[in-house]
């Protein structure tokens, strides 16, 4: 493996709106950034068609504000590479980040690596996502008032977000078994709210479209197998969130689940590891979030380095002294 000579004072892995206002921060502290990224920056913004909750814009293309975000990131200096990030190697005061058939150097790393939606796998999912396909009521609920919308999932995020929605639309929840594994307060708020009806023991084998939206779901009841096909603007998809952690779960930084246990200053239990935005244990997942958590990170790393140098230096003079 090929391990790059420059020691950067902080590696951003990821660049989603956490991670470029990570490195925005920390480039802008003089320090040494480098941001490293296996896709196009931006993240899941490059898959949402319109943003109308970043505060300074009524509305704004998700990929436009990726863009945005990105040239902000870059200004003060930080340099950007592709890789896909396998693992982070402890190496005393330095962390070496493993990327692809190249190793580079830091003293603190700040990850970034969001989470996934899991899909459903079925026809027409793909191709209507950002067009009537949802994975975030918060995101993109406002766009459908007046409509017909269904969610499909039945645990805790399912049934919240459906009666989230009924502010804007009429609910049907489709739940593959005859009872929510939500909890009970939350149930029973859902079947309280008269905007949410349900289909029991069914599953959504097709999303429908005209070609340039949603138009419908073709539903099959597991027990009888019946197929009926009903009418919907949108699809909200709630069957879980995985993070994208693999690559740092033998750090002991995470819970069983895979997210990333931080304190508020997003310091995780490894001294000079940082974790922001959707790989980090939390409750809300949203762009204003990531990037607040960027930058108290960027913050926070340009004090641990602080630190590290004022250490580092305490030990020479000692040294000297003995000498």
């Not at 693992?87 to 190249?102: F, H, L, Q, S």
């Not at 078994?177 to 959504?204: C, H, L, M, P, Y």
């Not at 580092?312 to 003079?317: N, R």
Request: proline share 2%.
């Amino acid at each position: 493996m090929e391990q790059t000579e420059k020691i950067y004072d902080v590696i951003v892995i990821g660049a989603g709106p956490g991670g470029m206002t990570a490195a925005l921060y920390a480039s802008r502290s003089n320090l040494s950034t480098l941001l490293l990224e296996r896709g196009i920056p931006g993240g899941e913004m490059n898959n949402t068609a319109e943003v109308e909750n970043y505060p300074g814009f009524k509305s704004i293309l998700g990929p436009e504000l990726a863009e945005k975000m990105y040239e902000s990131a870059m200004q003060f200096g930080a340099e950007h590479a592709y890789g896909d990030v396998k693992r982070i190697v402890v190496d005393g005061d330095y962390r070496i980040v493993e990327a692809g058939k190249k190793s580079y150097k830091a003293r603190a790393v700040i990850i970034a690596t969001g989470s996934h939606h899991r899909k459903l796998g079925i026809p027409g999912e793909d191709q209507y996502n950002g067009r009537g396909v949802s994975y975030c009521a918060v995101c993109d609920g406002a766009f459908f008032r007046g409509k017909q919308l269904a969610v499909i999932g039945g645990g805790d995020s399912a049934v919240e977000e459906g009666i989230y929605l009924t502010q804007f639309a009429d609910v049907n929840i489709v739940h593959r078994r005859d009872e929510f594994r939500a909890q009970k307060i939350i149930q029973g708020r859902a079947f309280k709210n008269e905007k949410i009806s349900i289909t029991w023991d069914s599953v959504v084998e097709e999303i429908k479209g005209d070609g340039q939206k949603v138009t419908g779901v073709v539903i099959r009841n597991k027990k009888t197998n019946e197929i009926t096909e009903k009418a919907v603007d949108g699809v909200f998809i709630y069957v879980g969130i995985l993070p994208q952690s693999d690559a740092f779960l033998d750090l002991g930084i995470t819970d069983g689940e895979g997210w990333i246990i931080t304190n508020e200053h997003m310091e995780t239990a490894v001294p000079g590891i940082f974790a922001i935005g959707d790989v980090r244990q939390k409750l809300l997942r949203q762009i204003t979030t990531a990037v607040g958590d960027g930058g108290e990170a960027g913050n926070r790393a340009f004090a641990y380095i602080e630190d590290l140098h004022d250490r580092l230096e305490a030990a020479e003079a000692a040294a000297e002294t003995v000498d």
